[in-house]
């Protein structure tokens, strides 16, 4: 599949893994995951002779909050695209109920953001 984002971007890949407000996308370039809330998908393109299925919000399933705590306990390199285009990068060090805590690449400061606000995140 090919997932167009509001940020313009596109990942192609394969659906990983679908949550109640996100889809994972596994790259089809280098093997990383990309989390997309459903929000920042503009549209998911089938390509080749891929079968066209939907994408349903799965009510009472993990969330993206979800699998961003399973991803902090071995604290992975993360690039996130907030709402708006802002994009950070840096180690993710704490996800939270509602918000995840990046350590930055450069000065090593600590950002907290909105789990809400953010609409993309690439791991490694």
Request: proline content about 2%; glycine content about 12%.
């Amino acid at each position: 599949v090919a997932v167009l984002a509001l940020s313009g971007s596109t990942h192609r890949g394969s659906i990983d893994r679908v949550a109640a407000d996100a889809v994972v996308i596994r790259r089809v370039q280098d093997g990383r995951r990309v989390l997309l809330s459903i929000d920042a998908i503009v549209g998911i393109r089938h390509v080749g002779d891929g079968h066209a299925r939907s994408i349903d919000r799965l009510a009472g399933a993990v969330t993206f909050a979800d699998i961003l705590a399973e991803l902090s306990e071995d604290r992975p390199r993360l690039a996130v695209v907030a709402e708006g285009g802002s994009q950070l990068m840096g180690t993710l060090v704490f996800t939270g109920l509602d918000q995840l805590t990046l350590r930055l690449d450069g000065d090593g400061d600590l950002l907290t953001i909105p789990i809400r606000a953010v609409d993309e995140a690439v791991v490694g």
